[in-house]
């Protein structure tokens, strides 16, 4: 797979499914988030855009700032007396989406949020420089939200247009057939999807 940075994406190789090396989606996620991450052309990579509905089915979206991840999930903070908030209390089934422009790459995440429990969520404000704890006292009602994936897209832009995609996702019944669904690891099983 490919891990450069050039504009160029004509050398880039397609991410197919059979020459996927990485087979856990969290750990491709770590890795294509690294390159980006690390890149100065890439500003705020951690951006997402959190998309959530009331509990009328009425969608809304906006960005928040990724905090962390790991094999759990994608962690953000956030008022829980907003509107966000009170969504996620409502329904709890959200999207995340990256986009990173200079790689010309996207991750789509849907899954479940969670508030964190308050020690979680204490521990990282312990950690913040000073300046960025000043608004973050107990009164402020700020919660940390762990998003559980139940899928993990990967998009792969192309200059030919023939855009590659990767999802991760739960095995349904029967699933994977070795033929559409193939097996990953610690659960997951992946497709490639037409663009
Ligand atoms: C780049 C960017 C990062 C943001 N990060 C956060 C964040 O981490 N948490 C947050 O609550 N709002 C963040 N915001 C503001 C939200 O997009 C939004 O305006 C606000 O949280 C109110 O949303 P709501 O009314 O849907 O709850 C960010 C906005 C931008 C443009």
């Known amino acids: 797979m490919d891990i450069g ?3 160029d994406t004509s ?3 397609f991410l197919l499914a059979e020459d996927l090396e990485v087979k856990e989606p969290f750990h491709l996620f770590d890795k294509w988030f690294k390159i ?3 890149d100065p052309r890439t500003d705020k ?3 997402m855009c959190l998309s959530t509905v009331s509990k009328d089915g009425d969608p809304s979206a906006r960005f928040v700032l990724m905090k962390g991840y790991s094999k759990e999930g994608f962690v953000f903070f956030t008022h829980y007396t907003s509107r966000k908030g009170q969504q996620m209390e409502e329904s709890p ?3 995340l989406t990256f986009y990173w422009e200079y790689y010309s790459r996207s991750v789509r995440v849907e899954g479940t949020a969670e508030k964190l429990p308050f020690s979680a969520a204490d521990s990282y404000f ?3 420089p000073y ?3 000043i608004g973050s006292s107990a009164s402020d009602q700020r919660e940390d939200f762990l998003v559980k994936p139940s ?3 990967f998009w792969q832009g192309q200059t030919d247009r023939l855009h590659d995609r990767i999802r991760f996702r739960k095995p349904k019944a029967n699933e994977p057939d070795g033929y559409l669904t193939h097996q990953a690891e610690d659960g997951w099983i992946y497709e490639r999807l037409s663009p």
């Open 5 to 7: 940075g050039s504009k």
């Open 11 to 13: 050398e880039r190789k």
């Open 36 to 38: 980006v991450n690390n």
């Open 45 to 47: 990579a951690n951006a």
């Open 93 to 95: 089934k959200v999207a």
């Open 126 to 128: 312990s950690t913040r």
């Open 131 to 133: 300046e960025s704890q």
């Open 151 to 153: 899928s993990i897209e």
